[in-house]
């Protein structure tokens, strides 16, 4: 019971993850790219990529022995391959910008350097759960259904609080910190609850 | 029930206000839609339906070159009597293109470059505005945050920016944040000038002042439904500095329906703004939240 649950609070979470990072991608880039329509394509441009390459490659890694153990390290990887984004975001952005002057792809460009791999390990989270908490064929849609439902609606809560709220309250860099530290913690729980099933 | 017969009342004077403007013209762009009013011989462009509190620039067709909306006195008052013939000169943000026409014509001799994200927002100046761009006045369609960063590069210099790129429903929080007006410092020539429009209410007001403080120290503010920021690199001219050129400018201020001396008298140095608000920045930049 409770790996299953912890699989829903994973997929809830990465969902959050992807979402809020999504939106403060747009302030990430505005300063080196402005903030016209073509700069948000880009970057919703690069998080479907991303997440649909994720999906496919989720799908195929839980076709190997998949555990409780390994969905935490998913998480554990999509938070560490986001931390670059910091450091990336000062002069390298500045740097690209110049090196590639039509800001419709130098935002792809951008996008992609930033956010393309933790996004693309966000992917991998979602199929990857279905594996584990599908238990019989007659209910595999059903389980599929309700994992599909926390995660976008995991992805909503990140969006709505994220945009009204926490650009309110704190800088971007400390939001970033702050999600990554929550998947890290949700990471830190699906490892101890997977060494503990074993 | 009597409340609600002057509701009724105040909404059919609404419609009746509305039927007496008419459109003349409307395009979707971008980035919304951009229209143009006609109303008791005012024509103006608006960004939203409710025209009369969206008024991006009006000029009456009879008269075209007469200022119609105070802000655009002010920062024409701003630019004239804070900057000693200024021969470079940047505009973030065009509308109608009453400033940079009126420029234009007041300083010849002057190069004027204005930078506009929205291709509609120059055609329907071009169509229904008079805006004649030429290689005097030039239009760059560019988001103006990249326009800066560009011309920083190639070491541009101004002797007077004028920012003016909001809207009094959407501002681009990336064109009010603490990097953004350092950068456009780094464009200004010695004594150089910055005349921006921001806004008068709420609690972005005092973000907004701290903002500006914290790159280019005292300014002048001037106030009416907007509010203009003059500053000036080096410091700020003094009140005998601002009065010889009002003077200066008042006869030809006055083809444009500018009063000089009425101008003059906006000008105040007083902070009456809360200084312990924090100043915005790329981190931290929720000023479309902070503008309720």
Known sequence: ?198 | MKRLLLLLLLATAGTAAQAQMSLLHSERSLYREVLVYEEDGTRCMCFTRQCRIGRQSCVDPRNPQRFALNYTRMMLAGTLFASEQPRRILIVGLGGGSLPTALRQLLPEAQIDVVEIDPAVTRVARKFFDFRDGPMLRVSEVDGRVYVKRAARQGKQYDVILLDAFDHEYIPEHLLTKEYLTEVKTLLAPQGVLVANTFSSSKLYDHESTTYASVYGPFYNLKRENRVIVARLGSLPTEEELLARANRYQAALKTYGVDSAALLTLFSRRVDWDASARVLTDQYSPANLLNR
Not at chain 1, 41 to 56: D, E, H, N, P, Q
Not at chain 1, 75 to 104: F, H, N, S
Not at chain 1, 134 to 162: E, K, N, P, W, Y
Not at chain 1, 183 to 194: D, I, T
Request: aromatic letters at 14%; hydrophobic letters at 55%; one cysteine or more.
């Open chain 1, 1 to 198: 019971m409770s790996r299953s649950l912890l699989c829903y609070g994973i997929a809830f979470w990465s969902g959050f993850f992807v979402m809020a990072i999504e939106l403060l991608g747009g302030r990430l880039l505005a300063p080196n790219f402005g903030s016209s329509i073509y700069v948000w394509g880009a970057i919703i441009s690069v998080f479907m990529l991303a997440l649909s390459l994720g999906y496919l490659a989720g799908g195929r890694w839980s076709l190997h022995t998949p555990s409780l153990t390994r969905l935490s390290l998913l998480l554990l990887a999509a938070a560490a391959t986001a931390l670059p984004v910091l450091p990336l975001t000062g002069e390298p952005l500045e740097r690209l910008a110049i090196a590639i002057p039509d800001p419709r792809f130098g935002s792809l460009a951008a996008a992609t350097l930033l956010f393309f791999i933790p996004t693309f390990f966000s992917g991998m989270v979602s199929p990857y759960c279905v594996r584990l908490i599908v238990d019989g064929d007659a209910t595999s849609g059903r389980r599929a259904g309700q994992l599909f439902f926390v995660s976008t609606f995991g992805s909503a809560a990140g969006t709505i609080l994220t945009s009204f709220y926490l650009v309110l309250w704190f800088d971007v860099n400390d939001i970033l910190l702050s999600l990554m530290g929550v998947s890290a913690l949700f990471a830190a729980l699906g490892l101890f609850a997977g060494r503990k099933s074993t």
